[in-house]
């Protein structure tokens, strides 16, 4: 993208005060002289999704999780952290810290645990959770498809199925026309591809296929229901529930890793990164924007076809980021972190510049066909930092990449940290810590909520609109 000199100069001058007042930046830095503010009405919030944190569900991972060594330590989602039930008292904590957006999704399963058939009772509950946001002052953007299905759609199949597809628009129908007045801002699927990748090539969530022509099939699979959903949202929701005069805005929630080749002399480990760019990041972003279906890896069998309906199907690109990986041919494993480099408890490399670079890509497909430039929003990021040493730096740091991305001209109009509390995270179990509110599991505590330091960190900049 061609920028202005004065346009660059201004970003540089900027730049310039978020270093003076990364040095004041914490509590105390309200009276700052050198805020610098996000754009007017920016959105701040955190993220959960159902089966992480909402407890007794029964679908296609709650199954899972009954075989024996698939969850660190053993763990289930049974209990999760009780969010089901303690919603309302989550929500003040998130609306104390400043946040005017809460990300959550709506567990398929509660609302059709059988094909056809409805839960009245899980569709009053949402209704409740939705109303307590609205007390709260935090509008909801709610998410379709966060990792799980109802058993009975991973009886028929699952995402290979496709009767799957259709089921999906007919649940995305269902939910807009049931909650379209009280949600404007919809996902239909978060991380597609890592969801293929991780259920259908290397085998470690349900259902454990390991074939990556599979893998392949389900994220095209994947991006059609997602244009099939967007039709259906547009076409139920037709209420503007926040009052700013547009009713449904539907996006996709694509995680977006950096891959950098670990040995910068290796043309072999140029073209790892290079290929792992285009199938992890990149594909999903090119069939929702243009409808150019091209999921594809070498010696594998990938989809090519053109899908009309997924044309244009975005009216925002969430993006979740957290790491880079460093991609070699050689070795036992072919994605490492950079030697040396900060890392988080999961092993994960920090490196907050991979923010702005994944928002300069995700700008690459915010110009759709039809003449529409969309806007990106953070729909994830966060750290697994157990001892509590380097989240609030670690949220910094992103914060300060997204301000240069928007002084590059990038249209960012929110950013939703990954996550409220800690919560169920997947095959590690109870073990991650991505909270900004500690969840304590010892005997007697009763999942008490406890702030870490970052809450004050992030209320200070949520409230200010400002680093």
């Given at each position: 993208m061609r920028r202005s000199k004065l346009g660059s100069l201004g970003g540089h001058l900027a730049?310039?005060?978020v270093a003076l007042s990364a040095f004041n930046l914490g509590p105390a830095s309200a009276k700052s002289m050198h805020d610098v503010p996000f754009p007017k009405g920016f959105m701040w919030g955190a993220a959960t999704a159902a089966h992480q944190v909402e407890g007794h569900l029964r679908n296609d991972w709650s199954d899972f999780e009954k075989l024996k060594g698939v969850v660190a330590n053993g763990d289930t989602s049974e209990e999760g952290v009780d969010h089901y039930n303690r919603f309302d008292s989550d929500f003040a904590l998130a609306a104390d810290m400043g946040h005017n957006v809460h990300r959550l999704s709506i567990e398929w399963s509660r609302i059709e645990p059988e094909k056809g058939k409805w839960d009245a009772a899980a569709i009053a509950h949402y209704h409740e959770v939705f109303r307590s946001l609205k007390r709260h002052g935090i509008k909801p953007m709610v998410t379709l498809h966060h990792f799980t299905n109802p058993v009975w759609v991973a009886a028929q199949g699952g995402w290979l199925a496709e009767e799957t597809l259709k089921d999906f628009e007919r649940f995305a129908d269902f939910v807009a026309r049931e909650y379209g007045g009280e949600v404007d801002w919809w996902i239909t699927i978060n991380e597609p591809n890592v969801y293929a990748f991780q259920s259908y090539d290397a085998g470690i969530w349900p259902p454990q296929h390991k074939n990556r022509d599979e893998a392949l099939q389900v994220m095209a699979n994947m991006a059609r229901a997602h244009a099939l959903a967007y039709r259906a949202l547009h076409a139920a929701d037709t209420q503007d529930a926040d009052g700013d005069g547009l009713a449904a805005q539907v996006g996709i929630s694509q995680h977006l890793a950096i891959f950098d080749p670990y040995n910068a002399w290796n043309p072999i480990d140029h073209l790892y990164a290079y290929f792992n760019d285009q199938v992890f990041n990149r594909a999903m972003l090119k069939a929702v924007t243009t409808g150019d279906l091209d999921f594809g890896i070498p010696g594998a069998k990938g989809v090519k076809a053109q899908v009309p309906e997924a044309k244009n199907s975005v009216d925002f690109i969430g993006i979740n980021y957290y790491t880079r990986w460093r991609v070699t041919s050689f070795g036992p494993k072919d994605r490492l972190a950079t030697p040396g480099a900060p890392v988080n408890d999961l092993g994960w490399e920090i490196y907050p510049e991979g923010l702005y670079r994944a928002l300069m890509l995700a700008d690459g497909y915010s110009r759709l066909p039809d003449g529409r430039r969309v806007p990106i929003i953070i729909t994830e990021n966060g750290i697994d930092d157990r001892k509590g040493a380097v989240r609030s730096s670690y949220l910094v740091e992103h914060l300060k990449q997204v301000m240069h991305a928007i002084w590059d001209g990038v249209d960012v109009r929110g950013y939703v940290?990954?996550?409220?509390?800690?919560?169920?995270?997947?095959?590690?179990?109870?073990?991650?810590?991505?909270?900004?509110?500690?969840?304590?599991?010892?005997?007697?505590?009763?999942?008490?909520?406890?702030?870490?330091?970052?809450?004050?960190?992030?209320?200070?900049?949520a409230t200010r609109n400002a680093l």
């Open positions: 730049r310039f005060l940290h990954w996550t409220l509390t800690d919560n169920f995270e997947w095959v590690e179990g109870y073990a991650s810590r991505f909270g900004l509110y500690k969840i304590d599991r010892r005997a007697g505590r009763n999942l008490a909520r406890v702030p870490t330091e970052t809450v004050e960190v992030y209320k200070s900049i």
